[in-house]
């Protein structure tokens, strides 16, 4: 079995999520694909996203009724900050036997020599890194600096079409009472109207 992790806080998620996960999917023969919303990011201590069993609620409305999604709460129930390995680490238990393939964008890469134990979460899983939409693809040399040669030459590069969309122009258009049409399932936007969360 193929896993993919796709983790974030996905504040709110977006089709460009879905896009990363579903080309992953497809090119890297994916049985399944576990959207992972974090509690708390490690790399961005100070933010105050929004709570997280809405933010994954939200999640699983964008994804129901594609089996290969799976919502998956685990950082969410567990206390302090979420450190990859450690959910790598539980994922690993809950599928001994699984491969799993850790999916993630060029400016996590950049950054994952900073993150906890990068050596154990690359023994864990296979990295997947996506590029931008519009963006230039990465160069072997560009990861390999990065991340350093050992880890760099399994590496996996993945090229995700699509447009290029932030979460924080989604709040800050929800805040003000915009439309999120064609930016985010319309599901999501009815929860995000019916709830206020970001205050609109």
Known sequence: MKIGILGGTFDPVHYGHLMVAETCRDQLKLDQVRFMPARISPHKPDSRP?????????????V???????????EIRREGPSFTVDTLQT???DFPDAELFLLMGADSL??????????????IAKL???NRPGEPGLTRQQIDEWVGADIGKDVVVQAVPGVDLKASELRERAA?????????????????????????
């Not at 929004?50 to 964008?62: E, F, I, T, Y």
């Not at 129901?64 to 685990?74: A, L, N, T, Y």
């Not at 950054?111 to 050596?119: A, D, I, R």
């Not at 003000?176 to 609109?200: K, W």
């Open 50 to 62: 929004a709570d997280g069993h809405a933010r994954a609620d939200m999640v699983q409305l964008a």
């Open 91 to 93: 994922v690993r238990q």
């Open 110 to 123: 950049r950054q994952f020599l900073t993150w906890k134990e990068p050596l154990q979460i690359a023994t």
């Open 176 to 200: 003000a009472g915009q439309s999120l049409r064609f930016r985010t399932p319309r599901a999501v936007e009815a929860f995000l109207t019916q709830h206020s969360i970001y205050g609109q």
């Open 64 to 74: 129901s009724g594609i089996p290969e999604f799976v919502v998956d709460r685990r």
């Open 128 to 130: 997947v890194v996506c």
